[in-house]
């Protein structure tokens, strides 16, 4: 589930430390640091084993994900940071994969960012996990403020970006 609301964070699990994508305002937390699918479901898997009710994530906790109903999905490590997604400046975001499935050239990066581009490193996620691949000439051309793109980085970002895995960027 996609809502149109949707506010893309990405950072950290507070258990496990691997990066990973989710709704900001759905994602179950601990001391206020989001916890992955992955997690979530050994939790839970701990809870039942002791008759204890389980926790149950709002939907849509993980938007990104493969099952996206925010309920025990994969128990593998795939919610790290697993599809490249666009997120326009205004409305929801929306998974893109690259056309040939593998990583994307340079002319679908500029259709996407409606011209030339360049990479920005998002605050809390090493560059060699993912980037945001943003318009170079966001000023000029006087994009709107995109402000999902600007919370993740951490300094403004205007226009559609996409928040892209490194692996899809060659
Ligand atoms: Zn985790």
Redesign the pocket.
Known sequence: MIRDECMIGCGP?A??K?FFTFDVDRVPSSHGEP??R??LAAVNRRKRSLGMPEWHPLPGAYPFDDGDDGTEGPTTPRDMIAHPIVIPAEGAPAIRMPANGADFTLEELHAVCGGYIETVRLALVSPTVALLVVNEEGMRLELPLNPTATRLAGQPILGTVLLCPRRFLR
């Open positions: 699990c258990v496990c691997r916890i992955c992955t997690c």
